[in-house]
């Protein structure tokens, strides 16, 4: 940190390298990767372990297995421990412990000026509590000391259902009834897909995802006939293997956009038109795949991570008073010449919902960082006034010049036109 500072040089930090836009590497810099600080130290009297932020979930999970238990981490595979805990972490616990980072209990992390503290409940506190969202703003991270929790099997899988006008609307609605309800008593976090297909004479499928932390089989969300069903009762570690599915991370071109509203089943069903509106005409375009997920964020899920943490994003969160479901939108394909096309569909929808569901009264404004693309200015939506105050007061005390802002490319940015910031007016270097 250092070297990269004094020398005014332009660098990036990757750790698991799951960003879905080029946010965790730089051309003409340094990029400092991670992956082999990759430590996994289990401390079983305290439920507490100690991770590298280059770890993969796959190999953290697979390390707690040996001890039953488990942590608050990513649902497939290969997503890295860094990027996911400093953007708050969706995890198949969520139902009951809330966001990932709502679980990590101590910080060790490189400051601008390169010293390093450890930062929790009792020591930089207040820097504790913007980490929890706190993307490439303060330092590199280089331990999260996590809480974890016993687990043995889990039941879950993920079952396929054709979209018809006939079976999709009632899905929708009976998986809110589902997020609603028995979701809590079974501990289900179950996300829903709707996307292209094009295969065996099906357009388009809809895919639940469940995952139930009692391990008990759980019935069919709808009587349409079933295309696939890869439900089973196993260990979090195969579960998240068999979640894997490679449209969503492989070599191809990626762009990701989201966005929060109520439950709200006839807006889902819209969406999915609108989209497929746009994406039909788009046919041609190599390799071209289009998926929208909805995934609840209960008022129980909200709950959960009030009680475990505390971070600058739940106010916002709180602010509809009711259930909620994150959505995120993520299309991929081949060619860099097709960017700006595919780029401009996923605008063009992300704009076209938002619209609407505001229109409708069901909009909430968080916007999640960890599904959120450059474009969505995560910071300004997902932070309340008061939290936002709190989160620039903790940037000026340790990165006072900031010197992060101008030389760490990538990763989202506390906004720059905030009243008081001691931000400059260019707060980047040009390369
Ligand atoms: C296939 C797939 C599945 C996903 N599943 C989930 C899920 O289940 N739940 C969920 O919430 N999200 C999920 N995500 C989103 C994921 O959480 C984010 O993409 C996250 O940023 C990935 O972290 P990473 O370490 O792999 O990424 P990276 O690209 O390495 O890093 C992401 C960002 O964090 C910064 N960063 C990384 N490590 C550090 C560090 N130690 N200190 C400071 N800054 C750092 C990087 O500079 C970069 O800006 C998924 C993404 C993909 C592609």
């Excluded at 946010?23 to 996994?40: A, M």
């Excluded at 000026?113 to 993307?135: M, R």
């Excluded at 089973?232 to 449209?247: E, F, H, P």
């Excluded at 475990?308 to 909620?324: C, I, M, Q, R, W």
Aim: hydrophobic residues 40%; charged residues 25%; aromatic residues 10%.
């Amino acid at each position: 940190m250092k070297t990269v500072t004094t020398n005014l040089c332009p660098f990036a930090v990757r750790s698991g390298g799951h960003m879905t836009w080029p946010g965790s590497n730089v051309q003409g810099g340094v990029t400092i990767d991670l992956r082999l600080l990759n430590n996994i130290d289990i401390d079983e009297k305290r439920s507490v372990a100690g991770l590298g932020p280059g770890s993969k979930w796959k190999t953290v999970y697979s390390a707690m297995e040996l001890y039953n238990l488990t942590a608050v981490g990513g649902r497939l595979p290969d997503v890295g421990v860094g990027g996911f805990l400093l953007g708050g972490g969706i995890s198949l616990l969520s139902f009951r412990n809330g966001f990932g980072s709502d679980n990590v209990v101590n910080y060790e992390i490189v400051l601008a000026d390169g010293t390093i503290v450890n930062a929790n409940a009792n020591s930089h506190p207040d820097l504790f509590w913007a980490l929890k969202l706190g993307s490439t703003n303060y330092g590199v991270v280089t331990r999260f000391d996590v809480r974890m929790y016993p687990l043995r099997d889990v039941w879950g899988g993920i079952r396929t259902y054709a979209v018809t006008s006939k079976d999709t609307p009632r899905l929708l609605s009976s998986w809110i009834s589902f997020a609603q309800g028995e979701a809590a008593t079974r501990e289900e976090l179950q996300g829903l897909f709707i996307g292209r297909w094009r295969k065996s004479g099906v357009d388009e499928i809809a895919t639940v995802w469940h995952a139930s932390l009692d391990s008990v089989p759980g019935p069919s969300l709808t009587d349409a006939p079933i295309i696939d069903d890869f439900t089973r009762t196993t260990s979090l570690l195969d579960l998240v293997n068999d979640l894997q599915s490679g449209d969503l991370a492989d070599t191809k071109r990626n762009r990701w956009h989201t966005l929060t509203v109520k439950l709200d089943a006839s807006f889902f069903w819209d969406v999915f038109n609108h989209a497929k509106s746009i994406f039909d005409k788009l046919e041609y375009i190599s390799g071209m795949h289009w998926d929208l997920t909805f995934q609840p964020i209960t008022r129980g899920f909200l709950t959960a991570s009030s009680e475990t943490g505390g971070n600058p994003f739940k106010s916002v969160l709180e602010e509809s008073e009711d259930d909620l479901a994150l959505i995120a939108y993520l299309i991929s394909w081949k060619d860099a010449a097709d960017d700006e096309v595919m780029n401009q569909a996923i605008r063009d929808l992300g704009i076209w919902s938002e619209g609407v569901a505001r229109e409708r009264g069901i909009l909430n404004r968080f916007l999640y960082l960890n599904y959120a693309n450059e474009e969505q200015p995560v910071y300004t939506r997902s932070v309340s006034q008061k939290d936002m105050a709190r989160m620039m007061d903790v940037k000026r005390r340790y990165d006072a010049k900031n010197t992060l802002g101008r030389l760490w490319i990538g990763g989202f940015k506390l906004p720059k036109d905030e009243p008081g910031t001691v931000f400059e007016s260019s707060s980047r270097i040009e390369l």
